[in-house]
Structures are given as structure tokens and as C-alpha cells.
């Protein structure tokens, strides 16, 4: 089954859509469900999650944070007219659909994307839903999409600094976060909380609400392998069991969540993924490419 590119654009700094012939996901998907993709022959598998789809036309987009080898390769070497090797889907359970009132639904970075069709299928569903983007300014996306899909779309958009690395940002997305969630949930009463960002981010986030008893669904990121059950590789503890994040989530309810297991076992293959990233930069370098 040829997974054609059918349209390929750089939404903002880092930020990459593509728009995929995919007939058997575009059919079943639902909002809160994702993909695996392999790109290259020699290439891993990666969870991304389809933000916008159309049943009949049978395709899917997917929008991409160029953060480590596989997302930049797939930047740099894709164009469209290629074929994706596989786009494995849909995948994961779907977000809970009801009518939960007033929601709060906050992506940090590219965790936007993810809160897109989950906040967009919550407001047809009768809710009220406001979304909150916390991101470098740089990296703002999907903001007229969101304007025309929720009742209230807000950015808390930062500038990068000169010589700020991955930490710095970090910090202060976290700080951005936490301190617009406080001020959000100090002056109005929401019913329901979602998040999707860096676990850190998400940990910070829950530490606000939890203090307001506020029910909160959090999608998480673990690392995923064959997304299917198989290997264990997204597990997480939940409520003191533990589940795998590919099949009983990626969305739990977040005051069950083991926290700080998640944060610790996301950085496991740090050191692997940089020295990636470097060997695929080096070879870029050595063919005269683009960095
Ligand atoms: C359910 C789910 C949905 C996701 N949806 C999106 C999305 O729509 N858009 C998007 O940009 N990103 C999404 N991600 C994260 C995305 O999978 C990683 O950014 C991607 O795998 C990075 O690959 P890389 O080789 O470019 O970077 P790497 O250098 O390999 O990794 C950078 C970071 O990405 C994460 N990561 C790496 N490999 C995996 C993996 N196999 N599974 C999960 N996380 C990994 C790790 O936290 C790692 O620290 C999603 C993750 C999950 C679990
Ligand atoms: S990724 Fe292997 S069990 Fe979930």
C-alpha cells in the first residue's frame, strides 16, 4: 500500500506538515489515536498523531517537531510525490467523548498538534472549550485552525534568547505553563483539564490543578516500539499498575499517573538519540548538504 506524500510545507521554525494518501486510517480514525511511521528502509518507527483527516478522500496530516534523527530526515529528504514504507493505524484508544462542560485544553510545543482534534471534537460535543499554546513565538502553529475550531483559543508565546539550548527552554516553557494555568484556573471554574507536552511540562501543569481538584486527562509520551502490545517499551504506572501506553492509552487520567518514573525513563535513550543525530548531521556535512 503506497503511503504517498501528497503535499509537504514548513508550518513555522522546526514545525513540519505533511498531508498523506493513507485510505485505512483516514477511515477509522478518532480523535486521542495515532500512527506509526517508517519513513526509510533503515529507518525506526516513530508515533505521530493525525491531526485533520478526510474520510472520503482517504488522507491524513501529520505535523512534525524536527527534534532528533528520524524528524529531521524525514525534513530534509521527503518531498512530496514519496512514499512512506508504512503509516501503521489507527493506533491507541480514542480520547473519552462526552459533555463534561467547561474544558481547559493546554498543548505545550508542538503538543498543540495532539490537543487539536481532541479540543475540536470535545466543542462539536457540546462542551466549552478554551485551548492554551505555550510555545517559543518562533514555534506557534495552528492558531487561525484553532480560532475557527474552539471557543477561546490563547497563545502565551515566548521569544528565544541567544544562546538558550533545549534546558533553558525547557524552563521557562514551564514557567510560561504553570504560571498561565494558575492564573486561568484562579479566575474561572473549569470542569476538565487535557494536556500534551514534555512530561516535565505535564508534571508541572498537574501540580496547579491538582490543588483545584480539577478532574485532568494527560496524553502521554513514552518511548513506543511496535505500538501494538508486544514489547513493553511505552510502559507507564498507572494508579499503581502498569500499563502500556500504546494500547491502554496514550491518555490516562492524570492524578494516577506515576510522574516521575515517566520523566526518568523518557530520558533513557538520550545519549543514543544525540549521538543520531550527530552521525546523521556529520554525513550532511560530508555530502555538502543543508543543516
Ligand atoms: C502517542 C504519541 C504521539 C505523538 N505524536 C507526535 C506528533 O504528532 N508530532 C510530533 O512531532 N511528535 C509526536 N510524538 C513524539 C515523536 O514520536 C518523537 O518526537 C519522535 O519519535 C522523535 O524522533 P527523532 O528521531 O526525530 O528524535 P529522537 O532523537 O529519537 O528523540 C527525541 C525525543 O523524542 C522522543 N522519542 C524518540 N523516539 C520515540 C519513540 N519511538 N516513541 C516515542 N517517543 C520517542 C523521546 O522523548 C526523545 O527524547 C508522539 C509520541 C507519542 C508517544
Ligand atoms: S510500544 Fe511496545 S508495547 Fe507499547
Not at 498523531?49 to 478522500?57: C, F, I, K, L, N
Not at 499554546?133 to 541567544?162: T, Y
Request: aromatic share 8%.
Amino acid at each position: 500500500m503506497p503511503y504517498k506524500i501528497l503535499d509537504k510545507k514548513e508550518l513555522a521554525m522546526n514545525e513540519v506538515w505533511y498531508k498523506i494518501h493513507a485510505p485505512h486510517v483516514a477511515k477509522k480514525v478518532q480523535p486521542g489515536q495515532f500512527v506509526i511511521v517508517r519513513a526509510f528502509p533503515n529507518g525506526e518507527r516513530i508515533p505521530l498523531t493525525p491531526v485533520t483527516w478526510d474520510r472520503d478522500e482517504g488522507w491524513i496530516t501529520l505535523i512534525t517537531f524536527v527534534r532528533g534523527k528520524t524528524t529531521m530526515r524525514m525534513a530534509n529528504e521527503l518531498k512530496p510525490g514519496d512514499e512512506l514504507l508504512n503509516v501503521a493505524g489507527p493506533l491507541g484508544n480514542p480520547a473519552p467523548m462526552k459533555k463534561f462542560g467547561k474544558i481547559l485544553a493546554i498543548g505545550m510545543i508542538t503538543g498543540i498538534v495532539e490537543v487539536f482534534p481532541i479540543a475540536k471534537a470535545w466543542q462539536e460535543a457540546g462542551n466549552e472549550v478554551t485551548t492554551l499554546h505555550v510555545s517559543p513565538n518562533p514555534m506557534v502553529i495552528l492558531k487561525e485552525e484553532f480560532e475557527n475550531a474552539v471557543s477561546r483559543h490563547i497563545v502565551e508565546g515566548f521569544d528565544l534568547q541567544p544562546g538558550w539550548g533545549m534546558n533553558e527552554i525547557a524552563q521557562e516553557l514551564v514557567k510560561r505553563a504553570v504560571a498561565k494555568v494558575k492564573e486561568l484556573l484562579e479566575n474561572e471554574h473549569f470542569d476538565m483539564i487535557l494536556t500534551v507536552g514534555p512530561a516535565g511540562g505535564q508534571k508541572a501543569v498537574f501540580n496547579v490543578v491538582k490543588e483545584f481538584g480539577i478532574p485532568m486527562h494527560a496524553d502521554l509520551h513514552p518511548i513506543m516500539v511496535d505500538a501494538t502490545g508486544m514489547c513493553g517499551a511505552c510502559r507507564v504506572t498507572v494508579g499503581g499498575e502498569v500499563k502500556f501506553a500504546c494500547i491502554d492509552g496514550p491518555g490516562f487520567d492524570a492524578y494516577k499517573v506515576d510522574w516521575d518514573e515517566l520523566i526518568h525513563r523518557s530520558g533513557f535513550y538520550a545519549p543514543m538519540e544525540r549521538l543520531a543525530l550527530e552521525t546523521y548531521l556529520k554525513q550532511l556535512q560530508a555530502q555538502g548538504g543543508e543543516q
